[in-house]
């Protein structure tokens, strides 16, 4: 499956953002999903993932009540919605996508390329 992640940009403390992963392929809804994030000179970290069919997410708990992650299998499109934005939310953004349901990298076998989300304070 082939990711394209979109939806970056340069926001303002407090402001809103939708994320979206567009996955090609007919086998969107045979994998988990996932949402990472790395900050210009730290590790890429995990931010929301999502199961096969949708339903409630798993946040990391910097982002817990701010971001939502979900799922449209029919239109094979993954979203992240972030509410609340902090500048320590700065990071590109990649959507993964995997046969489990993990928190770790390694548990994902396709990327997308990353979109820039900058949250100016």
């Known amino acids: 499956v082939q990711l394209q992640a979109s939806g970056g940009g340069l926001v303002q403390a407090g402001d809103s953002l939708r994320l979206s992963c567009a996955a090609s392929?007919?086998?969107?809804?045979?994998?988990?999903m996932s949402w990472f994030r790395q900050a210009p000179g730290k590790e890429r970290e995990f931010v929301a993932l999502?199961?096969?069919?949708?339903?409630?997410?798993v946040y990391a708990d910097s982002v817990k009540g701010r971001f939502t992650i979900s799922r449209d299998n029919a239109r094979n499109t993954m979203f992240l919605q972030m509410n609340s934005l902090k500048p320590e939310d700065t990071a590109v953004y990649y959507c993964?996508?995997?046969?489990?349901?993990?928190?770790?990298?390694?548990?994902?076998?396709?990327w997308g390329q990353g979109t820039l989300v900058t949250v100016s304070s």
């Open positions: 993964a996508a995997g046969a489990s349901i993990t928190r770790s990298r390694g548990g994902y076998n396709y």
């Open positions: 392929g007919r086998t969107f809804s045979s994998y988990a």
């Open positions: 999502i199961g096969w069919s949708g339903g409630t997410g």
